[in-house]
């Protein structure tokens, strides 16, 4: 008897014992010839079924239901959370004022540099979406993106330290958004319904619409499962640059911008979770997930791209 | 559970029950799958979690080419542990008691975690196809085919996979237990 028909008659030998219920014995009675080299696999693979025990601990199986419908419904209300009803319509209108008329001043200031636990929090926000979308190309959209997810670490190390889990996971939230948006920059998905693109000036493409995401490989998990190639063909149109040199200068500066960003938060978010009280440590944990995640996720989209 | 395909589809639009049934379908098996590449039942927790919100973000970008859902969620989880191992590599923790199920008898819960622990000890001796293979077959329950799916394998190869895999840790927990 070759390998292969020993391999099939243990197979099938399997299938009786785990999934058809029969006994040992029984399956033996079989292939009374292979009996001899059946019996220690057979009973091996009833050891190895043995860890089919190991359930997940009901604690853990309630939090990560818990998390994960917390997900799920946030990624069902995504579309209308990055729309400008997410702020409240006073610092909409405030930040849209401050952007444009008192650039540079120190109202401008003393938001930017606010906390989430400060009344300016909710103006900070609001700048910062109308300078995503009043900034024209998409390479400076990324940059800003960039920096916007750096920011969002500051204040989760923050807002841990002060022991506010709910709001860690909030921003955290955010976090995971912008680090999203900046893949999608990269990536040139610009046909998106995200607020920024949808009010910028549309990319020449030269097309009616943009060009569909072209079908992932299978055998690649997300982020490499859900990366398209770049659509980066033609430069100067969709990112900015003038020329192939203006883009290979722009995406290396940010690269290392995000090498930089990724190390350093990498940094900020292990230190804090040694700090902080067990109470917000799941959430910290959390964030460093989706911090290491997201960066990584974004330097291999402009990895791609090379 | 519903059929397959129209879960997916629903869960594709955000439809929040359709992709809560497919999460309770296959959280327990995922888990396990993982704990047994792994070795480590509460580093697992992480990673299992991780695998579904991962799959949230990247549900939309899965087509149906033949291979069922359950083969791109495994290969999601099986990336996760690649990842996994890339970062960290650190020593598996104990079992805990209320990992096991048994029922309510001590003793019996007892004996079922050192079982458990022996093979996801002898389990890590194996190469990394085999110990994918018996992941897939005994713990998460997948049939050859299934497995086949997963790996991109053919049937004869998950089966050969599968017979030195159990040759292997036939031989790695008679090592265990002389030890």
């Keep these: 008897m070759n390998n292969k028909e020993f391999d099939n008659i243990l197979n099938e030998c399997l299938e009786r014992l785990l999934v058809k219920g029969e006994s040992l014995e029984q399956c033996l009675e079989r292939y009374p010839q292979q009996a001899a080299e059946l019996k220690p696999l057979l009973e091996t693979a009833l050891a190895a079924k043995e860890a089919s025990a190991i359930q997940p601990r009901p604690d853990f199986r309630a939090r990560a239901r818990y998390q994960f419908q917390s997900a799920l419904q946030e990624t069902a209300s995504r579309k ?35 906390m989430p636990d400060s009344p300016l929090y909710s103006v900070k926000l ?21 920096e916007l997810a750096d920011r969002r670490v500051t204040e989760i190390a923050y807002m841990a330290g002060k022991g506010d889990a709910g709001q860690v996971e909030l921003i955290t939230r ?39 995401v072209p079908p992932p490989a299978e055998d690649t998990a997300p982020p490499p499962e859900a990366s398209p190639p770049a659509v980066i063909t033609e430069p100067g149109k969709g990112w900015g640059g003038k020329d192939a040199d203006d883009l290979d200068g722009n995406r290396v500066r940010l690269r290392n911008t995000l090498v930089s960003d990724a190390a350093h938060n990498r940094v900020v978010l292990r230190a804090a979770l040694d700090e902080m009280p067990e109470s917000v440590k799941p959430a910290l944990r959390r964030a460093i997930v989706v911090s290491e995640d997201g960066y990584e996720e974004v330097l291999e989209a402009l990895e791609a791209l090379e | 559970m519903q059929d397959e395909e129209s879960l997916v589809r629903r ?40 695998v579904f919100l991962n799959t949230l973000r990247s549900i939309s970008s899965f087509k149906w080419r033949g291979k069922p859902f359950s083969a791109w969620l495994y290969r999601i989880a099986h990336n996760q542990v690649v990842d996994y191992f890339r970062k960290k590599r650190r020593t598996a923790m104990p079992l805990e008691e209320n990992l096991v199920s048994g029922g309510d008898n001590p003793q019996q819960v007892t004996e079922r975690k050192l079982d458990i622990e022996r093979v996801l000890s002898a389990a890590r001796h194996l190469t990394e196809a085999q110990r994918e293979v018996i992941s897939l077959r005994f713990t998460s329950e997948l049939s050859i085919a299934q497995v086949a799916g997963v790996m991109g394998k053919s049937q004869g190869a998950v089966k050969a996979l599968q017979h030195s895999g159990i040759v292997a840790l036939r031989k790695a927990l008679s090592v265990t237990e002389n030890e």
């Design chain 1, 174 to 212: 955010r976090l995971d958004e912008k680090l999203e948006l900046l893949v999608v920059l990269i990536e040139g998905r610009g046909g998106l319904s995200l607020p920024g693109m949808l009010m910028a000036p549309p990319p020449d493409t030269g097309e009616a619409e943009a060009p569909p």
């Design chain 2, 11 to 50: 869960a594709q639009k955000h439809d929040q029950e359709a992709f809560a049934q497919l999460y309770e379908e296959y959280f327990d098996r995922i888990y396990r799958y993982i704990t047994l590449k792994i070795g480590d039942a509460v580093e697992a927790e992480d990673l299992t979690q991780q």
């Design chain 1, 80 to 114: 209308s959370r990055l729309s400008w009803g997410w702020f409240p319509r006073w610092a909409t209108v405030v930040a849209i004022v401050l952007v444009l008329v008192l650039a540079g001043g120190g109202t401008v200031f003393a938001a930017e540099s606010s």
């Design chain 1, 126 to 146: 609001a700048t910062e979406q109308v300078r995503l979308t009043l900034t024209p190309s998409q390479m400076g959209k990324a940059r800003l993106c960039a």
